[in-house]
């Protein structure tokens, strides 16, 4: 089970940071990334990380202003937002994956807007 928590309302430039919580499942095996669907559009990945922490990678459009990581021992996944956006405004889905066994959290909404 994936359980996402931190989005909300937040005005341009600002930040917010999601955290996604994982059971059932031994969290430190998955590659783990976050995903985001806007209101009309297809949903996108954002940024993934490695099991390990080691490697990520980042959508252009985040590239610079979100940061990925994960904590193996508290079985969490983060996501910190900075400078953020309008076109940001987003329901926001973490994701596990070891083969082809895939986990995905049931969203967190995150709107930017003055």
């Known amino acids: 089970q994936l359980v996402e928590s931190g989005g909300g309302l937040v005005q341009p430039g600002g930040s917010l940071r999601l955290s996604c919580a994982a059971s059932?499942?031994?969290?430190?095996?998955?590659?783990m990334s976050w995903h985001r669907q806007a209101p009309g559009k297809e949903r996108e990945l954002v940024a993934s990380?490695?099991?390990?922490?080691?490697?990520?990678i980042y959508a252009d459009s985040v590239k610079g202003r979100f940061t990925i990581s994960r904590d193996n021992a508290k079985n969490t996944l983060y996501l910190q937002m900075g400078s953020l956006k309008p076109e940001d405004t987003a329901v926001y889905y973490c994701k596990a994956v070891n083969g082809f066994i895939i986990y995905w959290g049931q969203g967190t909404q995150v709107s930017v807007s003055s």
């Open positions: 059932g499942f031994t969290f430190s095996n998955y590659v």
């Open positions: 990380i490695t099991n390990t922490g080691r490697t990520t």
